[in-house]
């Protein structure tokens, strides 16, 4: 690991202990550097602004789970880990989404896009779908799914993590056989 990463990492760690008992609006650059004994320009060399350090958190906690490797067949446990390692961080996730929640929605939302259209592209392999018609169709899915997961987090983690997770995969299941049985219906 470099020396850049592990500063960022201890910067994060930072942030992380702050929004256990201050709001996230409300922490300054100063409060992040001072708790983990580092000076403020050491911040501003890694990142440009606390959102930015927001941003770099939630990619290396959670949302690093949904870049690497994740296919349509391992999306159930993938999305899985990126719930629970959520979950587990619940205080830090309710409250910079209760002052922040585009950043996360947004993370999340562009790569269920990325999965969504790799599903519309399998599923409509003689392109009777236009590209921007299977686009508009992964986006709009993927902010539907980053809304849940907003709505998930802001409402206490009412529902299991593995219970969400599941309504993901299913989300795409159901998509899938819904397409399969229109192009049947169009072939006959």
Known sequence: ??????TKEVLS?????????????????????????????????????KFDLLGWTYQHTAIHYLKENVTLENWHDQVLKMLQEIQSNAAFYRNTVQDESALLANQFSQLTCELFLELFSRLDNEERVSKANRLFYAT????????????????????????LAASFARLAKD??????????????
């Open 1 to 6: 690991m470099t020396e850049s990463v592990m």
């Open 13 to 49: 760690k930072s942030l992380i202990e702050l929004c256990h008992y201050k709001r996230f609006e409300k922490i300054t650059i100063s409060d992040i550097t001072q708790r983990c004994k580092l000076n403020r320009q050491t911040f501003y060399y890694h990142f440009s602004d």
């Open 140 to 163: 709009f899915f993927s902010y539907g799914c980053g809304g849940m997961l907003i709505a998930w987090i802001v409402a206490g983690f009412k529902e299991y993590a593995e219970e």
């Open 175 to 188: 998509t899938e056989k819904l397409a399969y049985q229109l192009y049947c219906e169009i072939e006959n």
